[in-house]
């Protein structure tokens, strides 16, 4: 009987490198001999498809109640469909956004975060949470012209100020990202690595 996979979520603002780093990770940990499923939110799926097209890269921002059950409902299904069945194979999940990204965004918009936790209690708590730290205004500028409509300074500002209170609890582990992209990617590496390796380090995150 396989030993159940690692559960890793990498979150941050729009333009802080989790995608770029989350794609190293995986590229890395393969290297090393460790099956690894690399994966995302908004998922691929039919609800993930329609998230991106009418919520992420429309022109006005939708309602945020109906942005967070339609995140909420994605969760589910990219957990069931793809995260559970790997991790039950032994497979280490590498996630670009999870559970916290719905808690920053949509608490950044006002809505109540212990709703938002309720409307996610099914989704399955990571085994470590990773927030890449880079500063609001330097994201704006790496973004310029491909912003979403979620990508703006004051929007920006306000996430980072709910990530941060979850690195403040201990659900989030705090990586600078202002650094190098070596110097981000050897950390969570090293990181990663420690956790995969010892067992008893994980399922730290409360959600």
């Avoid at 920006?156 to 201990?170: A, P």
Wanted: glycine letters at 8%; one cysteine or more; aromatic letters at 6%.
């Amino acid at each position: 009987m396989k030993e159940k996979g690692f559960f890793v979520c990498i979150e941050g603002l729009d333009g802080c490198g989790k995608t770029t780093q989350t794609r190293l990770l995986v590229e890395r940990l393969r290297r090393r001999g460790y099956d690894t499923l690399r994966t995302a939110e908004p998922s691929k799926g039919k609800i993930g498809c329609f998230i991106r097209k009418c919520f992420l890269h429309g022109e006005k921002r939708g309602s945020s109640v109906v942005e967070a059950l339609l995140f909420a409902a994605d969760r589910i299904e990219h957990v069931e469909k793809e995260v559970l069945p790997a991790l039950e194979k032994g497979r280490h999940v590498i996630s670009d956004r999870y559970v916290y990204s719905s808690l920053a965004y949509q608490g950044a918009m006002g809505l109540d975060l212990e709703w938002v936790r309720r409307l996610n209690k099914h989704a399955i708590s990571p085994d470590l949470a990773i927030f890449i730290d880079v500063e609001p205004t330097t994201v704006i500028k790496r973004l310029k012209a491909k912003r979403s409509v979620m990508e703006n300074l004051g929007t920006q500002r306000k996430v980072r100020e709910v990530y941060l209170k979850f690195v403040g609890s201990g659900d989030l582990l705090k990586i600078d990202g202002n650094r190098p992209e070596k110097e981000v990617s050897k950390e969570i590496l090293n990181t990663v690595l420690k956790f995969i390796e010892n067992p008893s380090l994980r399922s730290l995150n409360r959600l």
